[in-house]
Nanobody, 125 residues
Framework: QERLVESGGGLAQAGDSLRLSCATS????????MGWFRQALGMEREFVAA????????YYAESVKGRFTISRDNAKNTMSLQMDNLKPEDTAVYYC??????????????????WGQGTQVTVSS
């Protein structure tokens, strides 16, 4: 059974940086792509970024492209999201997830099989 735990969230001001981490255990997560999603209060969960199982390919939502960087370290069973130049609209609960494999689209939360509990990121102006 996969287990994912996010950390690194907190309070930030506009323009600041935060780094989220996702620690995994209990499964063959290194064989799958992984992603970050976020959900703002009263909004649907949305795709933020995804990374291939080897870490050689990454994908981003337009809203974070150029500001966020996703990475993974399969040897340490971790995935990270470096968030730079934060904006108030980045405020949300951030979730890491393991992709379900096959040809499921990376940007859809329906394609992911395992989820962390989420970590809150709050950005003030």
């Amino acid at each position: 059974q996969e287990r994912l735990v996010e950390s690194g969230g907190g309070l930030a001001q506009a323009g600041d940086s935060l780094r989220l981490s996702c620690a995994t255990s209990g499964g063959a997560w290194t064989n799958y792509a992984m992603g970050w999603f976020r959900q703002a209060l009263g909004m649907e969960r949305e795709f933020v970024a995804a990374i291939s199982w080897l870490g050689s390919k990454s994908y981003y939502a337009e809203s974070v492209k150029g500001r966020f960087t996703i990475s993974r370290d399969n040897a340490k069973n971790t995935m990270s999201l470096q968030m730079d130049n934060l904006k108030p609209e980045d405020t949300a609960v951030y979730y890491c997830a393991v992709h379900g494999g096959l040809a499921k689209p990376l940007h859809s939360d329906l394609s992911y099989s395992y989820w962390g509990q989420g970590t809150q990121v709050t950005v003030s102006s």
